[in-house]
Each structure stands twice: as structure tokens, then as C-alpha cells.
């Protein structure tokens, strides 16, 4: 019998890399506060400005739906998530479990180049947080925790995580650029007890170290909230 080939695949290879461009542009722009928790989205002056069809845009906002960074109203707008004070609450019942048992694993066998890596973030993180770059210290921030997950080797906890997570860290992002209430260095050195329990390898510590900043990285997410204006 003649050998069956299996049917072409290209034109859904270039329709996702497509989706995902979209994607990758449109995520930057929440992560940049160019678009901030609360801002509507609509698809087709997206699609106008990015010269693409509304079915790649859609695409790529059901990815970014299932990121958990936007979401979809019951009147069919489509807006970027701004979760409320009660489901911060709940995420951090949630974060409280699964981050801590993420930092224990990151610190069993590091490497030198995911250490290395991880150094790298929180300096630049304090760099950013003395010129009060909230943008930069926000990409700083986010990449210094995914790459933590990443340490787990283990991608569901990481998909987690990064679902659970990812549309809290552009709360910060609600504040003003010259708003001086938040100590954004304090918050930036709250990460090295982690990251030094990591390199030690020291996974009790680790945790310990985690558990002690989330108490105060959800007073400060409580108050982007309430400055934001979500209930």
C-alpha cells in the first residue's frame, strides 16, 4: 500500500506564531502599564493598529484569557484583569500554599547559572526601585519569580502559579509614576533572604524566608487595590 503522508501543517504553524506575536505584544503592554488593570480592549482597533485579522487577535486574547491577564465581561468586553480586594484574598490563600513549597524545590539543586540568573534580577530590581522605574522593576520582578517556578522542574506548578499570579503583578501599575507611598526598595530587598536561602540550598529556609515576604507583598497588593479604586 502507498505510504499516506500526513497533511501539511505549515499555514497552522504560521497562524500561531502570528497568534502569538499578538500575544507577546499585547502582554508587554500590560506588563509596561501601558494598558492598565481596567482597561478595555477592543478587538478590532487591536486588530487595526496591528494590521491583523480579528480571528489571530481573538486568538491571541483567549491565550491571554488563559494567562489569566485579561478577561471577558457577561456584555462582551473584553478588559484587562483587575481582580478585586475578596479574589486578591483568595489568591493569596492559595499563594501561601503553593509558592512556598515552589521556593523548597528551587533550592534543592540549583545550578550556578539559574543562581547566577536569579542574582542578576534582584539587582536589577533594586536598580530599578532607587530610580522608581515602576515598568522596569515590574519585568524585573515578574522574571525573578518565574524563574524560581522554573527552578521546580516541574511545569505544572509553574503553569499555576504563573496563571494565578502573573495579573497581579501589573496591579502595581494602578500607582502614579511619582507616587512616593510605596517603599519600593524595601520591597526589592524583601527578595534576598529567598534568594540567599536558594543559593545555600537551604530549603526550610527558603520557605521561611517566602513566607515572611508574602505577608507583606499582600498589605502592598491590598493597598494597589484600594488606590486603584476595585472593591
Request: some cysteine.
Amino acid at each position: 500500500m502507498p505510504k499516506t503522508l500526513p497533511p501539511p501543517i505549515f499555514d497552522k504553524l504560521q497562524a500561531r506564531t502570528l497568534r502569538g506575536r499578538i500575544a507577546e505584544q499585547v502582554r508587554g503592554a500590560i506588563l509596561s502599564g501601558w494598558l492598565k488593570p481596567g482597561d478595555r480592549i477592543v478587538e478590532r482597533h487591536l486588530a487595526s493598529q496591528l494590521g491583523a485579522s480579528l480571528t489571530a487577535v481573538r486568538e491571541a486574547l483567549v491565550e491571554l484569557e488563559g494567562e489569566g491577564l485579561i478577561v471577558k465581561r457577561p456584555n462582551a468586553t473584553t478588559c484587562v484583569a483587575m481582580p478585586t480586594a475578596a479574589q486578591i484574598a483568595k489568591i493569596f490563600e492559595v499563594r501561601n500554599v503553593l509558592e512556598p513549597f515552589a521556593v523548597e524545590l528551587a533550592a534543592r539543586h540549583p545550578t550556578p547559572g539559574q543562581v547566577a540568573k536569579l542574582e542578576g534580577f534582584y539587582l536589577g530590581m533594586v536598580d530599578a526601585a532607587r530610580r522608581h522605574n515602576i515598568a522596569a522593576y515590574l519585568e524585573k520582578d515578574f522574571a525573578w519569580h518565574e524563574l524560581v517556578w522554573t527552578m521546580t522542574d516541574n511545569e505544572y506548578l509553574r503553569s499555576a502559579l504563573k496563571r494565578m499570579l502573573l495579573p497581579m503583578f501589573t496591579l502595581k501599575m494602578l500607582l502614579p509614576p511619582d507616587d512616593a507611598s510605596v517603599d519600593w526598595v524595601g520591597d526589592a530587598i524583601s527578595h534576598r533572604a529567598i534568594l540567599e536561602a536558594i543559593k545555600s540550598r537551604d530549603a526550610k529556609a527558603a520557605r521561611a524566608a517566602l513566607l515572611s515576604a508574602t505577608t507583606k507583598w499582600q498589605s502592598n497588593t491590598r493597598n494597589f487595590v484600594a488606590r486603584g479604586g476595585a472593591t
